[in-house]
């Protein structure tokens, strides 16, 4: 870290100047000010590890105050582009409503020190900013859309066969989401998922997906010939945080007389990785009301292998980006292999997701993996349309 040294009445920074840093009062102490002469009217003295100059640097806009060292003083220097690139990583509503604040902030700072505000404009900085608001007000438009989507009845599930690798059985059904929206048309899942975690929305849609399955089940079971077919359903992790998902499961399969074999749960490594005290007794909840678990997207996290051993984890799904590139690249097939004998030293089902051609599937068989899923098989359909 560089320091700068400032002595006693020494100015930091000007009010009207633009500035390309932020600092941070490492020791000693500042005064900040508006107006000059006699109209000059100290709005703080800040003091070690306070942060100043921090708004021009998010905004781009002049300085709103001139700040002085009352004393001897060291600071810490932060950049632009530091905060620049770490603005850019954060979320676009974010970023929208963090300009929204500065800028009424501004506009009531600008009624006190009327006249001195130098405007500057930016062209390019402008389009950037345009760009960052319209994905911000796109995504805030959808998120207002989704509060009325499990109401309006907009959510539907659609459900993708899973069958036998060796005789293409059906053995099960996997429940997609689908947001059929009334003006953008069909939304897929991973398009407004994120969304729905950063808006809390997760939790009431996962609960209707998983009632819906319930309520679906008695006539998508008949489409099965196994004894004991299943529906699996996807969770996120940000359902799984509460202690009360596991009784909020219970109240639905009761409800809709759901057989608890006859449902998986479908969770990511994330899932299993936060709080793992809490994800265990989750899990170990789940799978006591007499459900299985499917670990999705097996091979695409970076968590290591732990995991496995210490929950209580029925189905291995392997990724797709494996399975679809196992006949042409040679590491996605052999991490395809490594994971179905993993899988089968570990005494659990596997199942090879994305499977398109009559190749992969002979392919996958020849491996000994047993369950398969994708488009050779069939594609996802809404009960409907079948
Ligand atoms: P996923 O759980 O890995 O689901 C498999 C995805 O692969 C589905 O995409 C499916 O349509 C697609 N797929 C299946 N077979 C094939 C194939 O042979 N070829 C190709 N190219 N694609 C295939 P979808 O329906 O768009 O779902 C995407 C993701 O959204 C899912 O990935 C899952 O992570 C998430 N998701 C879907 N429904 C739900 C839900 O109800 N709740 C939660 N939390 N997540 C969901
Ligand atoms: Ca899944
Ligand atoms: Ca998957
Ligand atoms: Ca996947």
């Known amino acids: 870290l560089s320091r700068q040294v400032v002595q006693a009445g020494e100015c930091i920074f000007q009010e009207g100047e633009l500035g390309d840093t932020a600092y941070i009062i490492e020791e000693g102490c500042v005064e900040v000010c508006i ?40 600071l810490v220097p932060i950049q632009r582009n530091m905060v620049d690139e770490l603005l850019e990583k954060t979320d676009p509503v974010i970023q929208h409503l963090l300009h929204v604040v500065l800028e009424r902030f501004r506009h009531k700072h600008g009624q006190y020190a009327e006249g001195k505000q130098v405007e500057q404009y930016d062209p390019q900085r402008y389009s950037a900013d345009v760009l960052i608001r319209q994905r911000a007000v796109a995504n805030l438009s959808l998120a207002e859309d989704m509060r009325f989507a499990l109401q309006a009845q907009q959510f539907e599930l659609y459900y993708q066969p899973i069958c036998t690798i060796s005789d293409s059985k059906i053995k099960g059904f996997e429940a997609l989401l689908r947001w059929m929206h009334p003006v953008q048309g069909m939304i897929p899942p991973l398009d407004f998922l994120g969304l729905a975690e950063q808006t809390g929305q997760i939790r009431d849609i996962g609960l209707w997906t998983l009632k819906q399955a319930c309520i679906d089940w008695p006539i998508l079971r008949k489409r099965s010939r196994d004894d004991q077919p299943f529906v699996s359903v996807n969770m996120s992790a940000a359902q799984l945080t509460g202690a009360t998902f596991v009784d909020e499961v219970k109240a639905i399969l009761d409800e809709y007389n759901m057989p608890a074999n006859e449902l998986k749960l479908e969770l990511t490594e994330t899932c299993m990785i936060g709080n793992t005290q809490v994800a265990l007794e989750v899990l170990v909840g789940l799978q006591s009301l007499g459900l299985t678990i499917a670990l999705d997207d097996f091979g695409t996290g970076f968590s290591g292998l732990d995991y496995l051993q210490r929950y209580p984890i029925h189905t291995l799904k392997i990724d797709r980006a494996f399975v679809s590139r196992m006949l042409t690249n040679h590491e996605s097939l052999q991490i395809v292999r490594a994971s179905i004998d993993l899988a089968q030293s570990l005494g659990m089902e596997v199942l090879a997701e994305g499977i398109e051609t009559e190749e992969t599937r002979n392919l996958l068989n020849k491996l000994n993996c047993t369950l398969g899923q994708g488009w050779l098989f069939g594609k996802p359909a809404g009960m409907r349309h079948r």
């Open 35 to 74: 107006g000059e002469g006699e109209n000059k009217i100290r709005i703080s003295l800040l003091g070690k590890d306070n942060l100043i100059g921090e708004i021009a640097l998010i905004d781009h806009q002049p300085r709103t105050a001139t700040v002085r060292a009352v004393v001897h003083t060291v």
